[in-house]
């Protein structure tokens, strides 16, 4: 990225239309990537205080906007420096954003080329744990549905997936129309576009193989695997799901792009999740 040569001013931003049924901040990310278009590479955009005082919304749903932006690769942020045009992303990410949705996995290796089903080997009601109830917001104990599914692609298991999803926000899960498709797929089907999770917090992190890992994902015992724990929401900012993905390594990888900072400071953003999937015929 360009050192920031430019500023996007709040000014900038027209009003929103409380009454259009188009969310808050998907308005106001909709006018920053207007602005963005006729920018150079680096502007910054304005802070999310300066967002939320000029279009008269919570400092939260202008966080969202940002986020809204950044999950379409539009901009980078950059921790104690701000919000920034990002470069033009090269190559073809797996984890990309269609249209501001949160992305599946499958929907991902489908738009690269791949041939995807889904593997369900768990669908059933159960209650939530304390980490699952303090992720979600609920007490632990409540209802919840826990899903845990194998994502192939081309016929090779690529991605396990463990899911806990609130049942108090999606009251019905059909375990074969998942299996025919992808789980976002059938929330956004059954419940509606309101009802598919929109943005997320996920971390990484990397472990070995336990025996029931290396048996789903085809790989020997303690093979290296890449693990994401992410926690999504809904438009209004309702935590959903709590999911726990573990990916082969032969599959994918993270890539971080380092950006120039203040001085001699030069913090790290910008992470990405890369499909590198294996050659057709390896296990």
């Known amino acids: ?16 239309d409380t009454t259009s049924g188009v969310p808050i901040y998907r308005q106001i990310a909709e006018q920053l990537a207007a602005h963005l278009e006729s ?8 802070s999310e205080t300066a967002i939320a005082r000029r279009a008269g919304v919570s400092r939260g749903t202008a966080v969202q906007a940002l986020r809204e932006l950044e999950h379409r690769d539009l901009v980078v942020r950059v921790q104690g420096s701000g919000t920034f045009k990002a470069s033009p992303s090269p190559g073809s990410f797996t984890r990309s954003l269609d249209a501001g949705k949160l992305p599946s996995f499958s929907e991902d290796l489908e738009r690269a080329g791949h041939s995807t089903r889904e593997r369900i080997e768990r669908c059933e009601s159960g209650a939530a744990d304390h980490e699952t109830a303090a992720a979600l917001g609920i007490e632990p104990g409540a209802a919840i549905w826990a899903i845990e599914r194998t994502v192939l692609a081309d ?24 299996a025919a498709g992808s789980l976002y797929a ?24 336990t025996a029931e890992l290396a048996t789903r994902l085809h790989v020997p015992v303690d093979r290296a695997l890449l693990r994401s724990r992410r926690v999504a929401y809904l438009a209004d ?47």
């Open 1 to 16: 990225m360009e050192h920031p040569t430019a500023t996007l001013q709040a000014e900038a931003l027209a009003p929103v």
């Open 39 to 46: 920018l150079p590479v680096g502007t910054r955009l304005p």
């Open 155 to 178: 016929e090779r298991p690529v991605v396990h997936i463990a899911s806990a999803l609130r049942a108090d926000r999606y009251p019905e899960i059909d375990r074969d129309a998942i």
């Open 186 to 209: 059938f929330l956004e089907a059954r419940y509606g576009t309101a009802g598919r999770p929109t943005w997320a917090d996920e971390e990484y992190s990397a472990l070995n193989a």
């Open 237 to 283: 900012g309702q935590a959903v799901e709590l999911v726990r993905s573990y990916m082969r390594a032969d599959a994918y990888r993270v890539r971080v792009t380092l950006l120039p900072g203040e001085g001699d400071a030069a913090p790290a953003r910008d992470v990405e999740l890369r499909a590198d999937l294996p050659a057709t015929g390896a296990t």
